[in-house]
């Protein structure tokens, strides 16, 4: 039976109890709500051993870690400054190049001694490995030789010099396969070596191709339908057979199979 005064104090304890589940709950939160975040987060990072420290002992790691197990590196350690990490010096490697093999098939051949006053001293073949042209040369003998060569080699211009001189020597062959029509393709850079009566060999550099000589008869129009190389091309004239001051090599061929496709020139200039 409810005595006078009891709902006073039930009234009073229900309070208190109020008050103390009130201030216990900060306490409770602080001791659970870590692990169940902890939970949410990915996975630790695993503890790594840094470069910078000793050593550590068999089972240990040489870097402070949490209660995670997370890394946790002092603040002063991670000011990591790129210019401590220099790069790797590569050692210098030095190539001779008279070491290499020639290239494209291509012979060593070395510096002449030039016989400008020696009548006998004449070239008798022409090579260019890069296109396979290898011909015998011979000075040519008549305005015919010069007008319509033979189909035997390349000629030498009567007005011209024989190589080796120190100046210009213009020489000139059919479009044929096996004369100059590789020429058609010639490219800046490819060797060319005379070989001399004595056997000495005189080597040379492609250093020049013009096209489009004019035709000798100005009357005749070259066919349409022509392939750029044939059709848009620089014009020159005679300047190619005229003596130079130095050494070189002029040779010339048709650019088709007949005059009205025009005419072609390759220079090559000593490769000594």
């Known amino acids: 039976m409810r005595q006078p005064g009891d709902g006073s104090r039930i009234r009073s304890q229900r309070l208190v109890a109020l008050v103390v589940a009130l201030v216990s709950i900060p306490f409770i939160v602080g001791a659970t709500a870590p692990h169940a975040l902890r939970a949410l987060l990915p996975p630790a990072i695993p503890a790594v051993e840094d470069p910078r420290l000793p050593p550590a002992e068999e089972g240990t790691v040489n870097a402070p870690q949490d209660e995670a197990g997370v890394l946790r590196l002092p603040a002063e350690r991670l000011d990591?400054?790129?210019?401590?990490?220099?790069?790797r010096t590569v050692p210098e490697q030095r190539v001779q190049v008279a070491d290499l093999p020639p290239a494209r098939g291509e012979r060593a051949v070395p510096a002449p001694a030039l016989q400008p006053h020696d009548p006998g001293w004449v070239a008798r073949r022409l090579e260019i490995p890069?296109?396979?042209?290898?011909?015998?040369?011979t000075m040519a003998g008549n305005a015919g030789h010069e007008d319509f060569p033979p189909f035997d080699g390349a000629y030498i211009l009567r007005s011209s010099a024989q190589p080796g001189r120190g100046t210009n020597s213009y020489l000139f062959a059919h479009a044929m396969p096996n004369l100059f029509k590789p020429l058609w393709v010639a490219q800046v850079g490819q060797q060319v070596i005379v070989t001399m009566s004595d056997g000495q060999q005189l080597g040379y550099r492609v250093t020049a191709i013009v096209r489009d000589i004019p035709c000798p008869d100005p009357t005749v129009h070259k066919p349409a339908g022509l392939p750029p190389v044939l059709?848009?091309?620089?014009?020159?004239?005679?300047?190619?057979?005229?003596?130079?001051?130095?050494e070189r090599l002029t040779m010339q061929t048709s650019q088709g199979f007949n005059r009205n496709y025009g005419e072609m020139v390759v220079i090559a200039e000593p490769d000594w």
Do not use: E, F, K, Y
């Not at 990591?80 to 790069?87: E, K, M, N, Y």
């Open 80 to 87: 990591i400054r790129v210019a401590s990490h220099a790069p």
């Open 231 to 246: 059709a848009n091309a620089t014009q020159c004239d005679l300047q190619w057979t005229m003596p130079t001051a130095s």
């Open 130 to 137: 890069a296109l396979g042209v290898d011909v015998p040369v």
